[in-house]
């Protein structure tokens, strides 16, 4: 610094000696000295604090740059100033620079520069021009600040949130670093304050191009836009000051969910006006009207029999829909997914997303639509299965499904075979499948019928064995006496097991000589008893026992050993019977006597005893009610 001020005090010495020198010729020492001190006087006072100049940088060290700006003594200016983002010095020696006069210090005799507050007072003095002119100046936005953003525009200025853009701006940091131009709306420049729109410029930009955008809009007519906005029934596109809807049902001949898929805030893109109401300034656009609709071509494309590959788009409960190309999808109809398996929802065999192969079943382009079917890409098992398992063969397979009507069993490549309940046994009263199998089960099966076009698969288990009625006959003839166990008492009779399965019935009727209302209360189930057969029903599945021909039959026998074994015939028949019923009574003679009957109805009697098949037409004329309870028999059983 000292060193500064001695060159600058040499250098005024020899100004002032020089033109000292130059004025000896023709004046006096005293009117010289004068001459330059007034010469130095005014190049003091030729600048004042505040103002901007041009120097000329003369020394540059390590804390301070020297300027030579025409006074007496060069100016000084913190090398810091000088400094660029990366530490970097950019000042040399005979560069020009524009500087502020900060102050003069008297008393060091120096003056302090800026070269920051010089480029400041440029700017400041730009802004008011552009404010004055209605003009515009380019900033960059720095950061965002509460209420709106911070301007570079070489001071630091204001941007509102409301005058960033002509909309709201849902994200304000997308702002941050970019340069835009803008409209100076005030500034003070005591308070440093600027305040900036760039709203303003866009509204002139829109009112300019709408008006030409509503010149040449007209229906049919390709024109070019940006995305605007999206919602969720549709794009809003700026075709240049005028905004059209581009509608979701118009964006694709294809499906959409939602338009975000296909779009974004911004993007540029080409539509077709579909309508134009120049009172009400709307526009409808279109974008899937600039392709053609592939539904024209379809029918050629995909005839009946066709093999398609696509991409599952929708699940219903009834279905799944394949996007086959951009506009054209198929239903896939549940009873097409497979050719064995019940399917209850899509969702079991195929998910939205997946790449499928499909086969073509019918086409309506009329309708727009297509049929399609995934079982028809494999081969029918049913086509082969009567092949692999004619009927009459045996089946073995697990019990996969129990249900109130039967057994479903697994054969082969999906397919199940049906036992019906009626088919499980020929003499077990079966109420439901449970009481004898359990699911998983393995088990034999006959192959009884197969069904292909309704897809079903008989089979029966009883049919491995022989139907125990077709020997009843044999092994239990008429007449034959069985030894049974009651399994059930009804009011119209009693219900003999013979063998596990094999029932007979003794009607009431058939129980004993006496009538009889009901053999409720004279037996119980379990209880032994013997009967006689009377008649067989093989078709039906019927017995006929009786309890009663035993009865009748022992008296018979009785009264036949009597005869046969008596020495002296009798006066008459009767007194054989009162013989006989004296000897049952125990010698109660007068009682035997009361209950005998008259001699002419002895005879019947032994008649009958003689005739056992006039007895049993007796007993018959005896029990009207026998045929009336056949229907209650049957559902006994």
Same mark, same amino acid.
């Given at each position: ?20 020198? +130059? ?69 040399? *020696? ?23 507050? +010089? ?84 509204? +002139? ?77 709307? *526009? ?67 998910? *939205? ?82 009481? *004898? ?201």
């Amino acid at each position: 610094m000292e060193n500064f001020q001695e060159n600058t005090e040499d250098r005024d010495v020899r100004e002032m000696d020089e033109a000292s020198g +130059a004025d000896a010729a023709g004046e006096s020492s005293d009117q010289s000295m004068a001459s330059l001190l007034e010469m130095y006087e005014e190049s003091i006072n030729r600048f004042e604090e505040g103002e901007v100049v041009n120097g000329r940088i003369i020394s540059v060290d390590k804390d301070h740059v020297l300027v030579d700006v025409g006074y007496k003594s060069e100016g000084l200016i913190p090398i810091n100033e000088f400094k660029d983002g990366d530490g970097n010095v950019n000042a040399a *020696v005979d560069d020009d620079v524009e500087v502020m006069i900060e102050w003069w210090d008297e008393e060091e005799e120096r003056v302090l520069l800026s070269k920051e507050k +010089a480029a400041k007072v440029k700017v400041w003095d730009a802004i008011k021009e552009v404010y004055e002119a209605d003009s515009t100046i380019k900033g960059v936005i720095t950061n965002r600040v509460k209420g709106g953003f911070s301007v570079d525009i070489g001071v630091q200025a204001f941007l509102p949130g409301s005058q960033a853009d002509l909309r709201p701006i849902r994200n304000l940091d997308e702002m941050v670093g970019r340069e835009f131009d803008f409209k100076v709306l005030k500034f003070n420049r005591k308070r440093n304050n600027i305040v900036l729109s760039r709203r303003v410029l866009l509204e +002139a930009e829109r009112e300019t191009k709408r008006a030409e955008t509503l010149a040449a809009i007209e229906e049919g007519k390709v024109m070019e836009g940006t995305v605007k906005n999206i919602t969720e029934y549709g794009v809003f596109v700026d075709l240049g000051g005028v905004d059209g809807l581009l509608h979701i049902t118009d964006i694709s001949w294809g499906r959409i969910k939602h338009p975000s898929e296909m779009f974004g805030i911004g993007d540029p893109i080409k539509v077709m006006i579909l309508s134009f109401d120049q009172e009400k300034e709307r *526009v409808s656009l279109g974008m899937k009207q600039l392709v053609p609709d592939p539904w024209t071509f379809a029918e050629e494309k995909y005839p009946v029999g066709s093999k398609i590959t696509g991409r599952v788009v929708s699940l219903t409960d009834y279905g799944a829909f394949v996007e086959v190309e951009e506009g054209i999808e198929g239903l896939i109809h549940v009873s097409e997914m497979s050719w064995t398996r019940k399917i209850r929802h899509p969702s079991k065999v195929v998910s *939205v997303g997946d790449e499928i192969d499909a086969v073509v079943l019918d086409i309506k382009p009329e309708s727009r639509r297509i049929s399609l079917g995934m079982k028809q890409t494999m081969p029918n098992p049913w086509d082969v299965i009567s092949e692999k398992y004619p009927v009459g063969s045996v089946i073995e397979g697990k019990i996969k499904n129990i249900t109130d009507f039967g057994v479903f069993i697994g054969i082969d490549d999906d397919i199940d075979g049906l036992v019906h309940i009626s088919d499980i046994s020929w003499t077990r009263r079966i109420k439901h499948p449970s009481e *004898v199998y359990k699911k998983g089960d393995t088990v034999q099966a006959k192959v009884l019928d197969i069904d292909k076009g309704n897809e079903r698969f008989s089979l029966g288990i009883k049919q491995l064995h022989d139907d125990p009625w077709k020997t009843v006959a044999e092994r239990y003839p008429v007449g034959t006496d069985i030894n049974g166990t009651v399994t059930n008492v009804t009011d119209f009779g009693i219900f003999v097991e013979l063998e596990e399965g094999i029932e007979g019935l003794v009607h009431v009727s058939e129980i004993s000589k006496e009538k009889i209302k009901t053999p409720v209360g004279m037996y119980n189930v379990g209880d032994q008893l013997t009967a006689r057969v009377i008649n067989i029903n093989t078709e039906e599945r019927r017995i006929g026992l009786s309890i009663k021909r035993l009865e009748v039959e022992d008296e018979q026998d009785l009264l036949h050993d009597y005869v046969n074994n008596a020495k002296a015939a009798p006066s008459s028949f009767g007194e054989l019977l009162k013989e006989n019923l004296k000897e049952k009574l125990n010698g109660d003679a007068p009682q035997a006597e009361e209950e005998l009957p008259a001699a002419g109805v002895s005879e019947a009697a032994s008649e009958a005893a003689m005739d056992p098949s006039g007895q049993e037409e007796e007993a018959a004329k005896q029990s009207p009610e026998s045929t009336q309870e056949t229907d209650q028999e049957d559902e006994s059983r």
